[in-house]
């Protein structure tokens, strides 16, 4: 059984950080890509950053330059460090691993950031 785990979420002020992890079970989480995705109110669900197996990273450019992303293969986990946040970055924060060939994706709970101004 698949279980992604995130963590870290809270309120934050405007300009402050959090760190979001993602703990992953019943996957060969080394060989996958991982993904971060955020959902805010009415909107649709968009990535925010990836990191691939051989530790390539991506972001969306609305947190270029704030945001990191980065895994440790030892604990299965993906980390997303959120720098410099913003009113505009409050959302549900989901841990996502993306399909690959004929292996699923699977999604997390999603965990809640709110940035205050």
């Known amino acids: 059984q698949v279980q992604l785990v995130e963590s870290g979420g809270g309120l934050v002020q405007a300009g402050g950080s959090l760190s979001l992890s993602c703990a992953a079970s019943?996957?060969?989480?080394?060989?996958?890509?991982m993904a971060w995705y955020r959902q805010a109110p009415g909107n649709q669900r968009e990535l925010v950053a990836s990191?691939?197996?051989?530790?390539?990273?991506n972001y969306a450019d609305f947190v270029k330059g704030r945001f990191t992303v980065s895994r440790d293969n030892a604990k299965n986990t993906v980390y997303l460090q959120m720098n410099s946040l913003k009113p505009e970055d409050t959302a549900v924060y989901y841990c996502?691993?993306?399909?690959?060939?004929?292996?699923?994706?699977?999604w997390g709970q999603g965990t809640q950031v709110t940035v205050s101004s």
């Open positions: 990191i691939s197996s051989g530790g390539s990273t």
């Open positions: 019943g996957i060969v989480f080394s060989i996958r890509t």
């Open positions: 996502n691993v993306p399909n690959m060939g004929l292996l699923r994706e699977f």
